[in-house]
């Protein structure tokens, strides 16, 4: 690809913070109970009404990725005076390092966040060349909303930690955690980055969102994620909720199964189960995301001299 080397992109293999621990997190007592309680937020985040983009275009993890690369330039710019902020060439070399998108479509992304106005370009920029992007209120909220679930998952984890109480108290901590799991993040703890099944689904409009529902449906009606869990996804609800065609949700669905991720068990989603493929990927990618956003939480602690 123009402009960047494919000796940049991320191995798929687990990074080192991750390999000692996704054991250790899966045999929590509390891991499904963790599982369970962010599959429901993720899955209720579309109908919430606070965020309406979120529910489509934030259920593409490269979509994300773009938006939190972007808060995160801004946080080091305005709380640590560090680098110029975000600028679509940072966004564009971190989305092609993790293997999520090519810069020309970045560049379309970017585009069409600035017209929503989810970001927007500084003025005070020096060199025109370099224009800083700006994050706006939605995309900050976003930001927060995505953290605070990932802490409050982590605190069903270990629940003498008390992080996932401080981030709504205290909005200093909350920014020093967000660079502190973003930076680890670039550096190359890439929780989903192994994961190719779950790729599956975070790769598409609204797949964040279907994948939540197939996690949670399982959970309802089962105390773990067992592939001898029959559980209903309707099609036509999932479409309406997640603000795309039943088509596309058919698709998204119809190609899991042809990797070995789900079985149906009847038309339009009426039963589907999770199969062990499916289970065992997901489980040591959330246990990856449980990992990182713990670790992240001990560094802001530690920055902020009360570790």
């Not at 109970?33 to 899955?43: N, P, Q």
């Not at 564009?92 to 998108?101: E, R, V």
């Not at 200093?172 to 502190?180: D, G, K, Q, S, V």
């Amino acid at each position: 690809m123009r402009g960047f080397s494919p000796r940049l992109v991320l191995s798929k293999e687990l990074h080192p913070l991750f390999a000692g621990q996704v054991d250790g997190v899966r045999a929590n007592s509390a891991f499904y109970e963790a599982i369970r309680r962010h599959a429901d937020a993720s899955r209720c985040a579309p109908d919430s009404n606070l965020d309406p983009y979120y529910a489509k275009h934030m259920g593409d993890a490269g979509n994300l990725l773009i938006e939190a690369v972007t808060y995160y330039h801004h946080l080091l710019k305005e709380n640590q005076n560090f680098g110029v902020g975000a600028t679509l060439g940072k966004l564009q070399k971190t989305a092609f390092i993790h293997g999520f998108a090519s810069p020309r479509r970045v560049t379309i992304y970017v585009k069409r966040l600035v017209q929503i106005g989810r970001l927007s370009y500084s003025e005070d920029a020096r060199d025109r060349r370099v224009r800083r992007l700006i994050p706006g209120p939605e995309l900050c909220a976003t930001a927060f909303r995505h953290t605070r679930e990932l802490m409050r998952a982590a605190a069903i984890l270990w629940p003498g930690d008390g992080y996932a109480g401080r981030i709504d108290k205290d909005q200093r901590f909350f920014e020093t955690l967000y660079t502190a799991m973003i930076q680890r993040y670039a550096a190359g703890a890439d929780p989903l980055r192994p994961f190719s099944d779950v790729r599956h689904f975070t790769s598409k409009d609204a797949g964040s969102y279907l994948l939540a529902a197939l996690i949670y449906g399982c959970l309802q009606n089962a105390s773990k994620l067992d592939p001898r869990t029959q559980f209903a996804l309707s099609y036509s609800d999932a479409a309406a909720v997640s603000g795309v065609s039943r088509t596309h949700v058919r698709n998204v669905i119809e190609a899991a199964e042809g990797l070995g991720l789900v079985t149906k068990m009847g038309e339009g989603g009426r039963s589907v189960q999770l199969t062990d493929k499916m289970i065992e990927s997901y489980e040591r990618y959330f246990a990856c995301v449980m990992i990182l956003a713990r670790a992240a939480a001990q560094d802001a602690q530690e920055a902020l001299g009360d570790g």
